[in-house]
């Protein structure tokens, strides 16, 4: 079973910065391509990024395109996301998840909550 424990979650005001970290066990770390999602207020759970195991592709939703860059240290079993020139819209509490062997979402963290003011 992997265990997905997320971190860095806050109060930023608009057009600030912040970083996220995701720290996995249970698995080798290597072996998963990982993703970050958000669930905003009254929303449902939406993709925000997701990168591969080697870390070499990555992929985002349009709405964070050129703002939020996801990343991964394979050597501290560590996934990130940093998130610049945050908006009011980015507010959600924020997940980490791992891709199981058929390539689906089945593991998930805790979730941070991340709000930004205006």
């Known amino acids: 079973q992997v265990q997905l424990v997320e971190s860095g979650g806050g109060l930023v005001q608009a057009g600030g910065s912040l970083r996220l970290s995701c720290v996995v066990s249970g698995r080798i770390f290597s072996n998963l391509a990982m993703g970050w999602f958000r669930r905003a207020p009254g929303k449902e759970r939406e993709f925000v990024a997701g990168i591969n195991r080697s870390g070499s592709r990555t992929s985002y939703v349009d709405s964070v395109k050129g703002r939020f860059t996801i990343s991964r240290d394979n050597a501290k079993n560590t996934l990130y996301v940093q998130m610049n020139n945050r908006k009011p819209e980015d507010t959600a509490v924020y997940y980490c998840?791992?891709?199981?062997?058929?390539?689906?979402?089945?593991?998930w963290g805790q979730g941070t909550q991340v709000t930004v003011s205006s």
């Open positions: 998840a791992a891709k199981n062997y058929l390539g689906t979402y089945d593991n």
